[in-house]
């Protein structure tokens, strides 16, 4: 482990923070809820209470008006003595004498409620209510609330803590794939899809796309690697062998002078080698770099046409230029103008190369809908059926091609640069009548 | 003519230093980014070869510092590294010229004398010679003995290109590039054939041969039969 793993907040901080602010939230909540409930609860007891006081009050003040003192006194004593809720009574005659007529056993009058009224006559009526029932139940009801409050908490924090677990465990996988690939630098490793089918699943699936893409590259890469070692061990053994040979003879200038031109011309065959496999390796696994503008392909054919002119000539080969349709010759492409001369440039050069003295090789541009294809016919030797589908390979020289100068690269270099440009290449052949190339870009102009 | 090379390639330096002799160049070395910089600041050179991987201080902030001290020496860069971004950062740090390694001495050559025509800005002549053949760029007419020889547009081409280089070798890339604009070897003889039906109107018909092939190198338009030895 590195230093890198102190800075970070890492997963499990993360999900504490998380965890704590879900449970904070839910515990405020809650006893938000709770203390309004039991607040509202004893209000509404409260003014229930008085409302009995005053209901009675006014039924006693009524009693005392229908018959005085007496029928008030019997009134209140038959109530009180069935009543299920007992009251407090008491009556001031005029401001001196005080008659209680109802006082219940074990009442502290300092715990009374009460509410009192003055009547016609100047008596004073007080009817009271003990508080004391009513704090008893809201005694009862806090506690009842103490253990929800106290439940409520820990089911929010077991809760918080489960659903953060929940929530950073996809990212704990992520965190210890991506750190086990940083520490073994095999990039062959997946992060398990969990089939939550959320963010955190979108992320992971992401993540799992790239290390494909750079898995592809590196394996490529690699391929790219061996397959260049492999192929240059033949041209250096070529050149080590010619440097041998010279010094182990006798001391002939004449001979040194030939070896080391035979060195220098093989020196410059490997670099073109190792540049056109770099180009073929980069072109495949798509690290090549086009400067893609919009190209009229013609200009690059009757280039490649115009370069190859003298060659065919010297050769007795007749090369006929590009005298197809002119929807063809509009044809624009965008890509690489030095990449796609070189793709005409190679595919006339394999033309040639294989068709003897006294044929033709010829090229037209064709344009089928949105794409546009350079064919290059020729009426050389053909290839095999057999080796057709191997011609595209780098190196690959068919039995015909043994005998010509070059390094096998050129049609392999063609299909990589192509493909690169989202094209495709095409091959059809007749032995001994000579073959079909096809090279087919996307156009961007129509028809 | 005085180059500054600065190369931490012992072989490479060797065999730099050694061409540039012979081509008549006086030629200092250093051996590192710093000891380029102390030589450049204290000499004035005609040209200047610069790697751009060096010990102690790299070639392209050796250019940048020269340039931001106004020292307008011209600068080929060597390089290991062929892609465009290279070469575009080597030309923005203030290079003049660029060449990716391994590359032929003829070209490296080549470049170092086009550098230094242009920094000292010899007038342009109208017409090239060299024996007794003569070309005019402006009539576009060439003559060998007072004979009018008959070029095509690119043999043309090949001979005003080994003309501006009187008796040093050109390879095939070279030619490719600067005749057809090409940028890559399309891995054919397309050279050869031109050089061969140039040689046939050039030299078949006289006695005297000028256009000659340095074998594994190039080729070469040079008014003596043999090659100093």
Redesign the interface.
Known sequence: MNGTDGRQPGPRYFGLRLGLWYATLFVVGSIAIVYLTYYLTAASLAQRDQQIIRAKLADYAAAYARGGGRVLAATVRAEQQAAPERLYVRVVDRGVETVVLSMPEGWDPATLETASARLYDGTLVEVGKSSEPRKALLARFRAVLGVVTFSIVVIALTGGWLATLSAVMPIRRLTSTVRQIIRTGRTDSRVPLAGTNDAIEELTLLFNTMLDRIEGLVTAMRGALDNVSHDLRTPLTRLRGTAELALAGAPDPERY??A??????E??RV??ML??LMDISEAESGAM?L?REPVVLSEVVDRAVE??R??AD?KGVTLKGDEGSPEGRRSIVSGDR?RL??VA??LL?NA??YTPAGGTVDVAIERDGLDATIVVRDTGTGIPASELPRIWDRLFRGDASRSE???G??LSLVKAIVEAHGGTVGVASEPGHGSVFTVTLPSITRL | MRALLVEDDATIAEFVGRGLREAGFAVDHALDGDAGLTAALQQSYDVAIVDVMLPKRDGLSLIDELRRRSVTTPVLILSAR????DRVRGLQAGGDDYLTK?F?FAELLARVHALVRRATRTPEPTTLTIDDVSLDLLSRRVTRSGKVLDLRP?EFALLEYLLRNPGRVVSKTMILSHV?E?????????VD??V??LREKLDKPFEKKLLQTV???GYVLRDEEKPPS
Request: hydrophobic share 35%; proline share 3%; with cysteine.
């Open positions: 002078r030939e080391l031109a035979e060195c220098v011309e020196a410059d670099l073109v540049n056109t770099q400067q370069l190859y003298d060659v010297a030095t001369e070189q440039a190679n050069d040639i190369k100068r070059g390094l690269l050129g | 062929r892609s465009v971004d391994p032929a690119r057809w090409y940028t890559f070897d399309p891995q054919t003889n397309i054939v031109l061969s039906r074998r594994g190198v």
